[in-house]
């Protein structure tokens, strides 16, 4: 079961990356439009767009993706937790 583990803890990890990549591409102007641009769109926009309707950007500030950076990691403490609990490690 701690294969299991790693392996979400991996996936979360490893989307957690792209996610910071997708906002860093903000930055650079027509880097969205690129093909890797739209690849991490249709990866990261279904994820980030619940918490862009409950989080309103702050002037030119949007914050809603720190937001879900942060949920993920509680996600991956919360795996940790359920499976020490479960007593599966």
């Known amino acids: 079961m701690e ?36 690849l991490l769109t249709k990866i990261c926009e279904p994820y980030l767009e619940p918490f862009r309707r409950i989080i309103p950007p702050l002037g030119m500030i949007d914050i809603s993706p720190i937001v879900a950076i942060f949920l993920l990691n509680f996600a991956s403490r919360g795996l940790v937790s359920l499976f020490e609990f479960l007593g599966l490690i």
Do not use: D, E, V
């Open 3 to 38: 294969t299991l583990l790693s392996i979400l803890l991996y996936a979360i990890n490893i989307y957690s990356y792209a996610l910071i990549i997708y906002i860093l591409l903000s930055w650079f102007p027509n880097a969205k439009q690129s093909s890797f641009g739209q």
